[in-house]
């Protein structure tokens, strides 16, 4: 029975190198848009591996900060804390107006024809703004549980020095 099957699959000659670019999706007239679109996209995701380099960033400079003790070094840390949680607030909402943006033109490119409601190219833009609203939400989620780690810490640092100082 094997042996029926193995030679149905087995090819004469080898299968031609597959150059990376070969599969490019060609959807009419809306390959423009989506070209646009895509880097569109692009430059989203790059703001949104900014934020993330951010928020490392900052729980990196937290987990320092517990090894300082001197004013200045300590001061300094926290104004450079304080000037990358601005920072991320400020790409934080970039992000988002970038997002509204895509989505304005996936309502603009609604009117396109070929590219209506329940179209392929509205489905996939629809779905790609969707995970990274996704992405956004879980990169603001992960800031607040740092900014949460990061108060309390602070706030056992300050209980212990109290303690220690009043006895």
Known sequence: MNDLFTNSFISEKPLPEQNPHHHVI???GAGVNLDKFFSDVEAVKEELTELETLRHR????NEHSKTLHAATAVKDLRSRMDADVSLALKKAKVVKLKLEALDQSNA????????GPGSSSD???????NGLKK???E???SFNELRMQISSEYRETVQGRYF???G
């Open 108 to 115: 603009a490119n609604r009117s396109v024809p070929g590219c």
């Open 123 to 129: 489905r996939t833009r629809v779905s790609v703004v």
């Open 139 to 141: 990169a603001m989620e």
């Open 26 to 28: 060609k959807m009419g």
């Open 135 to 137: 992405k956004l939400k």
């Open 164 to 166: 220690t100082v009043t």
């Open 58 to 61: 900052l729980k990196t400079s």
